[in-house]
C-alpha cells in the first residue's frame, strides 16, 4: 500500500507543477494582452487551450487527492486534508468564470479589455487559492 500512496503522490505533485501551474500563464498572458492594449483577440484564442488544459489538471488534482486520501492511510480524516479539498470549489468557481468570459470575449459579446481583466483575476484568484492548498498540506495545521 505505501508503493501505491508514493505513485499517487508523485502523480499528484506532476499535476501540480506542470498541470495547475499553467494557471500562472493564464494570468499572465491575459494581464499583458490587456495592458499592453494590442491583439486582445490573439490573446483570447491562446488563452482557451490554456483554460481547458488548465480545468483537465484541477480534475486530475482532485483525482490523485482522492487516490492519495484512501491508500493515505487515515489522511482522507486530516482537516488540513478535507479543508484542501473544499478549497478546489472556490478553485472551480473562479475557472468557470475565466471561461465563460473567454466564451462571451471570443463571440464578441463582451469587451476584450473587459474580458482579460476578469480572466487574469479569475486566473490570480485561483492561484492564491492553489498557494493556499499547498500551504496547508505541506504544514498540516490541523
Known amino acids: 500500500m505505501r508503493n501505491l500512496y508514493l505513485s499517487f503522490l508523485v502523480a499528484h505533485v506532476l499535476v501540480a507543477i506542470l498541470g495547475v501551474g499553467s494557471i500562472a500563464s493564464v494570468a499572465i498572458v491575459a494581464g499583458t494582452a490587456r495592458r499592453t492594449g494590442r491583439g486582445s483577440t490573439g490573446a483570447l484564442i491562446w488563452l482557451g487551450p490554456l483554460l481547458r488544459y488548465s480545468g483537465l489538471s484541477l480534475a486530475a488534482m482532485l483525482a490523485t487527492g482522492i487516490l492519495l486520501g484512501l491508500t493515505g492511510g487515515g489522511v482522507h480524516q486530516a482537516g488540513w486534508f478535507r479543508a484542501s479539498a473544499l478549497l478546489l470549489i472556490p478553485t472551480g468557481v473562479l475557472h468557470a468564470r475565466a471561461r465563460r468570459a473567454l466564451r462571451r470575449g471570443l463571440a464578441n459579446e463582451d469587451d476584450g479589455d473587459r474580458v482579460?481583466?476578469?480572466v487574469e483575476w479569475s486566473a490570480?484568484?485561483?492561484?492564491?487559492?492553489?498557494?493556499?492548498?499547498?500551504?496547508?498540506?505541506?504544514?498540516?495545521?490541523?
Open 116 to 118: 482579460l481583466r476578469r
Open 124 to 142: 490570480y484568484g485561483m492561484c492564491a487559492i492553489i498557494a493556499l492548498i499547498a500551504v496547508l498540506m505541506e504544514a498540516k495545521p490541523f
